[in-house]
């Protein structure tokens, strides 16, 4: 993302009325951030002495947009245990004096990281296996399994939970698999699916321990969306309606 862009967007997203929270995420073709796992020791010292600079670079634009919060990374699973990471922090530090985090890929790796006390929140992204479409009361327990976990790690850490994404692709199947692309799978579209389980998950995140939560996601394209899309977006579809029922409190429209 070039630096005039993720400026204007940040002035943009200020401009109508919202906090923003800068989330850096590396893209791998055809896989994800948690494939990133370099082979050799100067394999990873060159990893992390690129990335470290890039989260320099994005910190500081964050900061002189005056963004509310940075996050240092996303899903990167197989880097966490990794020293490297408190370098990363404290360059961060030194470049954005806001509130930061790291979202981890699940509760599972939000379990393991070493490095939470150097953070001002716990970040997670949750995409776990959610059963059958048609099985809302075992989604809802698989749920509710997942947030105790968030809870008992708030406890431990100290820290408020923030769920960097929450989503769905509102296509047949993908309670199965929530984290799938449409790229990966193509589906029939089951837009009311998607506000279900989305609506699931706001109504069992709604506890002390979580302090905010992201939905994956909104582009910035008005056209996009819409009742045929079968992508993660909730424009256009009975999702978005759920969203302002549960944040605006303009229910039923």
């Known amino acids: 993302m070039p630096d005039e862009a993720l400026r204007a967007a940040i002035r943009q997203a200020h401009g109508a009325g919202f906090a923003v929270i800068v989330k850096p995420h590396v893209w791998v ?17 060159a ?10 670079s994005i910190g500081r634009i964050a900061a002189e947009e005056h963004a509310e919060a940075l996050a240092i990374g996303t899903e990167l699973a197989r880097t ?22 790291y979202f981890a890929h699940n509760s599972e790796e939000a379990e393991r990281i070493p490095f939470w006390a150097r953070l001002d929140v716990v970040g997670v992204t949750l995409y776990p296996p959610l059963g059958s479409d048609q099985d809302r009361a075992g989604r809802i327990a698989k749920m509710r399994v997942v947030a105790d976990k968030l809870d008992a790690l708030a406890v431990a850490t100290g820290k408020r939970i923030v769920v960097g994404e929450i989503g769905l692709r509102s296509a047949v199947g993908a309670a199965a698999k929530p984290w799938e692309s449409a790229e990966e799978r193509e589906s029939a579209p089951d837009p009311l699916l998607q506000a279900e389980v989305l609506a699931d998950w706001i ?10 939560v992201l939905v994956w996601r909104w582009f910035t394209d008005p056209d996009a969306g819409g009742p045929v899309d079968t992508d993660f977006t909730v424009q256009g579809k009975p999702a978005e309606g759920v969203l302002l029922c549960a944040w605006r409190l303009r229910c039923g429209q």
């Open 80 to 101: 966490t245990d990794r020293a490297e990471w408190f370098d990363i922090i404290t360059t961060a530090r030194a470049a954005f004096s806001g509130m930061l985090t």
């Open 203 to 212: 109504s069992v995140l709604d506890r002390p321990s979580i302090h905010g």
């Open 29 to 45: 073709p055809q896989s994800w951030a948690g494939a990133v796992a370099p082979t050799s020791e100067r394999d990873w010292w």
């Open 47 to 56: 990893w992390f002495a690129g990335y470290r600079r890039s989260i320099e």
